[in-house]
Structure formats: C-alpha cells, structure tokens
C-alpha cells in the first residue's frame, strides 16, 4: 500500500522537505518508488487558522495522500511577539482541527488521514546542521568532520552562520574561492544539497523535532494522537 505525504511549510526552498522525507521512510531519492511526496510553501497565515488547515487537509484527500505534515518554525527563544502568537495559534487550530476530524462520522474519508503538527526547533537551517560532517559532504569535502552538537536552541542566525562556517572551512581546504565567500544570508540555497547529504539517523538524535517529524513519518503516526513533544 502507497503512503503518500505533503507537508505544508514556510519555506520557499522547500525541496529540502521532501529529501528528509524520503530519507526517513528509508526511499531512495532519485526514484519514485510508488510513492508520491511533495512539499508546498504554506501561505502566511494558512497554518494558524483552522477552516485553511481543513481546507489543506481536504484538498490532498482529495489528491491522493495519506499523511500531512503541517511545519511551522519556531524560530528560536528570542522569537518577536508576532511569532510566539503565531506557534500557539497554531497549535490550537490544529487541535481544533483534530477535534473536528474525532466529530465526523466513522466512514468519513478524512478520518483516514493521519494529520501532523511539526513546530522546526528552531527552523530547517538547525534541522541540517543537526549533521555538520554533511555540510562539508555537500560542498565537497568528505574528509572533514566538523563537530555535532544539539541544535534546537540555536537562533535561526545561529544556525546560518555555524552552516556558513563549515562551507568556508571547506573552501579553505579545498582552495575553492566562491565557498571561501558565501555569507550566512547565502545558505538558504544549499538546503537540498546538504539535505541529499544528511545521515538522518544520526541527524536525529541532535534535534528533537526533527526525530519527532522523522518519526511520525516512519511509522505513519497521528499526529492528533502522538501529539508535538515540548522541548527537552
């Protein structure tokens, strides 16, 4: 049986998305494998209201899947006002929405897909540099292996500018000029790359929502009855 999956983000560059995907149901990448898995960049304010969550959980009922995985970042402990309001709105729109999919009657076809709240401790730049060695990998260097550490706390800043450090790092060992030169602002795009790199087992263990995502998709969890774990 197919298990198709889409996750709903924020982020424009989201391909990224659907690599972590396939490396957490263990597919390869460059084939289909009878699965359908696509990433699509949530609207501003899609992701805090309840009528667009049912809308996006209705609308990939309708094509197909299986599984949909809303993420939002949380981008970080210093996150501005606006962002706080925006996890719990989020938070309780999906609650809302698993409520209103719990009322439905039992042959109602949206009770058949499992739905997923993912906040990204603290975005998708910290989920990557979960494996710095693959950082490196992705820029060319197979040799050098930065140091792993937790990363769910850094600051989406933070984040960019550890990523940047390594793909300078690799230019300097590798005398390649235009690694030498990319800026924290500059790693947005590097997102697939360094995703195609990640040993996501071991990427897992660095960041608890990453392994929670992972996880959910491993094992076609609810996200309504695993619900998003509080931060370690």
């Not at 910290?126 to 600051?155: C, E, F, K, M, N």
């Not at 500018?161 to 230019?171: F, P």
């Not at 790693?187 to 697939?192: E, K, P, T």
């Amino acid at each position: 049986m197919s298990h198709n999956i889409m996750v709903f983000a924020e982020d424009e560059l989201n391909e990224a998305y659907e690599v972590l995907v396939r490396k957490a149901m263990g597919l390869p990448l460059n084939t289909s494998a009878g699965v359908r898995i696509r990433a699509v960049k949530a609207r501003p304010g899609e992701l805090t209201n309840f009528d667009s969550l049912l809308d996006l959980s209705q609308r990939a009922l309708r094509s197909g899947i299986q599984q949909v995985v809303f993420c939002m970042d949380h981008e970080g402990p210093g996150a501005d006002h606006g962002r706080v309001l925006a996890r719990r709105q989020f938070r309780e729109a999906f609650e809302r929405l698993c409520i209103h999919i719990e009322g439905l009657p039992p042959r109602d076809p949206l009770k058949s897909v499992r739905l997923v709240r993912v906040e990204v401790h603290t975005c998708l730049e910290s989920w990557l540099l979960s494996d710095p060695p693959a950082i490196a990998r992705a820029a060319g260097d197979h040799s050098y292996t930065p140091r792993v550490g937790q990363t769910h706390r850094l600051s989406p800043q933070q984040a960019r500018q550890k990523i940047a450090h390594i793909l300078n790092e690799v230019g300097r060992r590798r005398a390649k000029r235009h690694l030498r030169r990319i800026s924290s602002s500059a790693v947005r795009s590097w997102g697939n790359r360094i995703a195609r790199e990640i040993d996501i087992e071991n990427a897992r263990r660095y960041n608890f929502s990453l392994d929670y995502f992972c996880a959910t998709i491993e094992r076609h969890q609810d996200g309504c009855d695993q619900t998003f774990p509080d931060p370690p």
